[in-house]
């Protein structure tokens, strides 16, 4: 859903940019279409840190494939983790 807005965005950390952010909300509320498409948006989005914490991982074991903590068995990827867990 490239392209589609799921909030408010302020470039600063001002009382002011705030009340702007809060003008364009409302203003998007009084629009009921609008606003509902971007409530769906919104709930779509995934917020979760597997997958940004997976690519640190693959890029260390990459940068320092001779670290001891890889002798140990080093961390497993998190996909083998859960599956793990359930098992």
Request: glycine fraction near 6%.
């Amino acid at each position: 859903m490239a392209g589609v807005a799921t909030g408010f965005l302020s470039s600063e950390a001002t009382v002011e940019a705030m009340l702007d952010a809060v003008d364009r909300a409302l203003e998007l509320w009084s629009q009921p279409l609008v606003w509902r498409r971007l409530q769906r948006a919104a709930r779509v989005q995934v917020f979760s840190w597997a997958a940004p914490a997976e690519r640190y991982a693959a890029l260390y074991r990459r940068l320092a494939p001779g670290a001891a903590w890889r002798a140990a068995g080093g961390p497993r990827p998190l996909a083998a983790r859960s599956l793990a867990q359930r098992g």
